[in-house]
């Protein structure tokens, strides 16, 4: 017969859910950016410190939560922090009060999430629960970014914890409403910046045989690097340019160009591909207009790729839950990947059903689905494998 001590306390969260919404439309009005993330993060360390818990400070404005159950290994739980730059038109009574700043990616439904999951921790601590492992709540700033992770794996706080693997979960406006699903292996997608600069000369445009133009050979090269993709790429993979800034006056052949894009790729292989591609495409312009092309692709972060060990592992916990399998990764990009090419990790979606798209200025969410979330971290801290 189970000890009683190993039993899993119950959890009342009808309950939580009613302060976890509080929490979200408290962290909803108080957006903040980046780094800076200050308001938020008091907001956060004074709703931990009535917990039984460490808490300490990472990447200045990060917060950690260790809930130390007297184990070995511990597993790591990651919600981010920042806004977007966006004015907010929700007319919600609990929208932004800070202007030009919105919580417009869910991440005040994150953070709520796992505040409500520290209070299953902190009541599992009080019960004497019997856990596997310890747990560390990672709060983290400058997702949007892509530096918070980065500069967090500088930090060696893995190690310090002897973390096993970690967890994160996003919501997804695009499923249904508390519906949550993953995959094994590929999951997001690489996220690279492409800079494309184009140096020429400038002339009257009387006179064009004296210049070089480069606002005619960032044409070209968006016209043929798009259709090179369309027709020797297979892979599904993105690149989009959203940028192009060039000329001073109407009538003088521009000097200069820069095109900003995108790309998004699951396969080493894919982004050389497009990267070679780009830069014999770029050979070619020099040659044929006389200007000298410049490509910047060193601004990237990699695919979420969650672990497919980890993942078997806690498959079995997820079928109590609405759970379904993602049939193929999606082109959007999380910083999440960093912590993966640490640790052994498993990213989720916890779908809203609004429809709204991410980033947009009117991106709203029923938060009674945030306790979906809450219920996935639980399930899975007390259903890992020891």
């Known amino acids: 017969m189970e000890c009683a001590e190993m039993r899993t306390p119950d959890v009342n969260y009808d309950d939580l859910s009613e302060r976890v919404i509080g929490y979200r439309r408290d962290l909803h009005q108080i957006p903040e950016l980046g780094f800076l993330v200050y308001q938020t993060s008091a907001y956060v360390r004074d709703r931990l410190s009535r917990l039984d818990c460490e808490i300490s400070e990472i990447v200045t404005t990060g917060l950690l939560a260790f809930f ?4 070995d290994e511990t597993i790591v739980f990651r919600a981010d922090m920042d806004a977007l730059p966006i004015e907010e038109a929700t007319g ?3 929208a932004s009060r800070n ?3 919105m919580h417009a990616c869910g991440h005040d439904g994150h953070m709520a999430g796992l505040l409500g999951f520290a209070e299953i921790l902190d009541r599992y601590k009080r019960d004497g629960f019997q856990a596997g492992y310890n747990a560390l709540l990672l709060f983290q700033p400058a997702e949007e970014t892509i530096d918070g992770a980065l500069r967090i794996c500088g930090t060696h706080i893995f190690d310090k914890y002897n973390v096993k693997a970690i967890f994160g979960m996003h919501l997804w406006p695009m499923m249904a409403k508390g519906e949550i699903a993953s995959r094994p292996g590929p999951m997001m997608a690489r996220s690279t910046a492409v800079d494309v600069t184009f140096e020429g000369v400038s002339a009257h445009c009387g006179e064009p045989q004296k210049g ?7 044409c070209r ?3 043929d690097i798009y259709a090179y993709k369309e027709h020797h790429v297979r892979e ?7 940028r192009l800034e060039s000329g001073n006056v109407r009538n003088a052949i521009s000097p200069y160009a820069k095109l900003e894009g995108t790309m998004r790729t699951f396969y080493d292989n894919t982004w050389e591909h497009l990267v070679f591609a780009m830069k014999k495409l770029a050979s070619e312009i020099e040659e044929a207009f006389g200007v000298k092309v410049s490509i910047d692709v060193s601004k990237s972060h990699p695919a979420v790729v969650n672990s497919e060990k980890l993942y078997s592992e806690i498959k079995p916990a997820l079928m109590n839950l609405n759970y379904v399998e993602l049939r193929r990764p999606v082109l959007i990009a999380e910083d999440f990947s960093f912590f993966e090419q640490q640790l052994p990790g498993v990213f989720f979606f916890i779908g809203t059903g609004s429809g709204i798209p991410l980033h947009s200025d009117d991106y709203d969410f029923d938060d009674s ?18």
Do not use: H, M
Request: charged share 20%; aromatic share 14%; hydrophobic share 50%.
């Open 212 to 218: 070089r133009d480069a606002l005619a050979s960032a």
């Open 236 to 242: 599904r993979s993105v690149l989009k340019f959203g």
């Open 92 to 94: 919600l009574p609990y």
């Open 68 to 71: 130390d159950f007297g184990k």
């Open 99 to 101: 202007p030009g700043c």
């Open 369 to 386: 689905v945030i306790i979906e979330g809450v219920k996935l971290f639980n399930a899975l801290f007390t259903g890992l494998p020891a």
């Open 221 to 223: 090269f968006v016209s």
